[in-house]
């Protein structure tokens, strides 16, 4: 599971974690001075960088290693944009082809109106949007994309025999026309979801078949359920079928690179464990066995005494609107072992917090499972937490293995720093109400945001159990699943973040940071996250839809006791909390009832709780909302660039360093991973 950024209020206060001494290695996260972190800014979206400190004190060896799986993960990228949509591919060598070879003007309206589109199309991994998932229209009018095409030098991706003319007619609609294949993942439950997304993780099949074709294979009594589906696209020909993406099936190309890199990776590994474990990745990837990826995780999530991680798979089910499929996506870590070491003391303390929780006894766990936690430095972001990246990833998403064998949870440090720094300011000096709010979020909220995701990702994911019969929440709850299940983790950390047994254990030095997130929390949830959505859009995604309910369920439960206030001043709307400590009381409520729903099973309650208060948009607050962020001008969105690895050799070939730099320019570092990591055929020559 990923943590998106919630962009509640960040700020400058870059500790990783103020409380106790900061030590060199939490300097050491914070960009040097004069690195800018801040590099593009269009649409609804700004390019940040960020960078890895903790490169340069790694050992040759593990510099290869970090270098090894960096490629490995760029290798894949091609898959995800197929997975996104059957034309991605087709459609990103056009707009390639006419950033590099068109001879017209470019100091036109409408070229940069073209040029905007191609970096939303890299940025998004396909022509929709990453997050609402609706089809990206151009701003440019229809006719100026024949002017482009006609006047470029340069490969089109024509079929055998078709001519330009025919290519633009068929472009023209696949581009322009909200209609056609308009959302890569529909959640509508009135709809058919499959045959009305737009994804390419099916192929001609109803959600009748795909229930029916995947029903059948469950063994209900199986303790250990492989996720069958994962790595396959479900296809009808004369039957239902499924392509495996394996070495030989669709994806083969690209997976064989993602394999040789694993391989020389497998050379360098830091140890035994991970050198098996990559020879099992490996095994998976060539032979695309749902028992082996297993093999791999259990392998991959107890080998934690390294200091160079990664995760590279199909990983996230996001993408699919039944949860089955996985995205591709890849991330290499270093540990930062002193941020790391503080929030172990989180972990130590799991059967505590669990033992406390405001659940109902028998979903509780007798025995927390091994939580760990750590902070990493990213050096590479790969598939899809790419350039668009997560703050927080808890691995692996199979129920059993997590737990029967623990999970691991990285907060991705610098990403966050580099977050932080391009979000400080505005929006507090915005929608904060008292001065006394604003000052307290200056000082605390940012190490109050990665506290509460701390929290979430270490305790909450890890705490409750399902009631014995009861089957896996994504048989029971569905497409809900998802968002019931961050909102539970959201309130797990809500609840203790306030909690005096956080004081006790020296994680923070008073209730202000508690304060400083609930004032956060409530603020985006009722209102600030809606300035991410489109005039008349109903909220879809899962994070958000979590964040709303929590907010709009407490609001209105605490409403009689005036718990949190709604305010108005010269026009301009605020909601304030007035009693933190009821407010607490009613996350715990809440937590518990979401903890009976996920434990029980109840679909019903979850569909209650979601419709009524976490997808509906207050139209007349949204446009607020919209107009007052549009003055801040602070993009919705950030995605990252990458840094650039290049091996130094000598006159044996051997590779004697590994230099990192930093490019500024993201438009060249997408044509340049568009040239050197397309290995995929486009389907349609
Ligand atoms: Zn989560």
């Known amino acids: ?276 474990e990559l020879e099992i990745l490996i095994d998976y990837y060539q032979t695309g066995d749902l028992r082996t990826w297993d093999k791999y995780n259990m392998a991959w999530v107890k080998n934690t005494e390294i200091d160079i991680d990664y995760i590279n798979g199909f990983i996230e089910v996001y993408g699919d609107p039944k949860g089955i499929k996985a995205s591709y996506e890849s991330v290499v870590e270093i540990n930062d072992f002193e941020a790391t070491a503080r929030m172990k003391a989180l972990s130590d303390n799991g059967q505590w917090f669990e033992d406390n929780a405001p659940i109902m006894d028998i979903h509780k766990r007798e025995k927390v499972q091994g939580i760990t936690y750590n902070v990493v430095s990213v050096a590479m972001l790969g598939g899809d937490v790419s350039p668009y990246s997560p703050i927080g990833i808890n691995l692996p998403n199979s129920n059993w293995i997590r737990s029967n064998y623990g999970s691991k949870s990285v907060s991705l440090g610098n990403i966050t720093t580099a977050y932080d720094e391009a979000r400080s300011g505005g929006f507090v000096e915005e929608f904060g109400y008292t001065d006394q709010e604003k000052a307290r979020s200056e000082k605390y909220g940012s190490f109050a945001g990665k506290i509460h995701t701390a929290m979430h990702e270490v305790l909450g994911h890890a705490s409750g159990k399902l009631e014995v019969g009861v089957e896996t929440p994504k048989e029971t709850l569905k497409s809900y699943a998802s968002t019931i299940e961050e909102g539970r983790a959201d309130l797990f950390g809500l609840y203790y973040i306030m909690d005096p047994k956080l004081v006790e254990m020296g994680l923070v030095e008073s209730d202000e940071i508690g304060k400083a997130e609930y004032d956060g929390y409530i603020k985006n949830g009722l209102m600030l996250q809606l300035r991410r959505l489109q005039p008349g859009e109903e909220i879809e995604e899962s994070h958000m839809r979590n964040r709303a309910y929590i907010s709009h369920w407490t609001y209105e439960k605490g409403r009689k006791d005036n718990v949190i206030e709604k305010k108005v001043r010269d026009n301009k709307t605020y909601f304030v909390v007035n009693d933190y400590e009821a407010l607490r009381r009613l996350f715990g409520e809440l937590l518990q009832e979401i903890q009976r729903i996920k434990s029980q099973g109840d679909y019903e309650a979850a569909k209650e709780l979601v419709e009524n208060y976490g997808v509906q948009v207050d139209k007349k607050l949204h446009k607020e909302v919209l107009e007052r962020s549009k003055v801040l001008d602070i993009a919705p969105y950030a995605g990252f660039m990458n840094p650039h690895y290049k091996p130094v050799t000598d006159e044996n070939d051997e590779i004697t360093d590994i230099v990192i730099t930093y490019s500024d320019d993201f438009v060249e570092q997408m044509l340049y991973y568009d040239k050197y990591y397309s290995f995929l055929p486009l389907e349609n020559n």
């Open 1 to 276: 599971m990923k943590r998106p950024p919630a962009f509640g209020l960040m700020f400058l206060v870059l500790f990783l974690f103020t409380c106790g001494k900061q030590s060199e290695k939490v300097e050491a996260n914070k960009p040097t001075e004069d690195f800018k972190v801040r590099v593009d800014r269009f649409a609804d979206l700004e390019i940040l960088r960020y960078q890895v400190p903790q490169f340069e004190d790694l050992s040759l060896r593990q510099k290869k290693l970090v270098y090894f799986l960096s490629q490995a993960a760029l290798s894949g990228r091609d898959i995800l944009y197929d997975q996104n949509y059957k034309y991605n591919l087709i459609i990103r060598q056009t707009t390639h082809t006419i950033v590099e070879g068109y001879k017209g003007d470019r100091s036109t309206e409408l070229w940069k109106q073209f040029m905007t589109y191609a970096k939303r199309v890299w940025f998004s991994n396909g022509i929709h949007h990453h997050y609402s998932t609706l089809k990206i229209i151009p701003e440019f009018k229809k006719s100026y994309l024949s002017e482009l095409i006609n006047n470029t030098d340069g490969k089109f991706p024509l079929k055998n025999g078709e001519k330009t003319g025919e290519f633009i007619e068929w472009l023209t609609p696949t581009l322009f026309d909200p209609d056609i294949d308009g959302k890569r993942v529909n959640l509508d439950p009135r709809d058919d979801i499959i045959s009305t997304s737009a994804n390419n993780y099916y192929n001609g099949v109803t959600q009748d078949e795909v229930d029916m074709f995947y029903s059948n294979m469950k063994d209900p009594d199986d303790t250990t359920p492989i996720w069958y589906g994962l790595n396959s696209r479900l296809v009808k020909e004369q039957e239902v079928v499924e392509k495996v993406w394996k070495s030989g099936g669709l994806y083969g190309e690209a997976i064989d690179q993602i394999v040789m890199w694993l391989g020389k990776a497998k050379e360098v590994a830091e140890n035994d464990a991970q050198r098996k």
